[in-house]
Nanobody, 121 residues
Framework: QVQLVESGGGSVQAGGSLRLSCTFR????????MGWYRQAPGKQRDLVAR???????NYADSVKGRFTISRDNAKNMVFLQMNTLKPEDTAVYYC???????????????WGQGTQVTVSS
């Protein structure tokens, strides 16, 4: 069974930084787009940043200039460097891929279990 596993969440003060990592547990062939979403209490899950296999990125307006998404295709990992964190960045952050290729005949989408990021003022 293939799983996405996030790490790197925690608690920081406003203005601080955190780096999230996401990797696969289980056997996969390749992965296309990868991204980070977040969900604050009582709110919907929203896109934070996404990166294609070729490195094209897009960001939510609220994080542009502060967050940077990157990936390591050889290791099938994705990262989110978060700088100048604000209290409104507090949320559970989820790793996602819209297409994980398992074999030549099968692919799935996958979500991680989430990692908590808490930013205090």
């Amino acid at each position: 069974q293939v799983q996405l596993v996030e790490s790197g969440g925690g608690s920081v003060q406003a203005g601080g930084s955190l780096r999230l990592s996401c990797t696969f547990r289980g056997s996969i062939f390749s992965v296309d787009d990868m991204g980070w979403y977040r969900q604050a209490p009582g709110k919907q899950r929203d896109l934070v940043a996404r990166i294609s296999r070729g490195g094209t990125t897009n960001y939510a307006d609220s994080v542009k200039g502060r967050f940077t998404i990157s990936r390591d295709n050889a290791k099938n990992m994705v990262f989110l460097q978060m700088n100048t964190l604000k209290p409104e960045d507090t949320a559970v952050y989820y790793c996602h891929s819209g297409r994980v290729v398992l074999t030549s005949r099968s692919s799935i989408s996958a979500w991680g279990q989430g990692t908590q990021v808490t930013v205090s003022s």
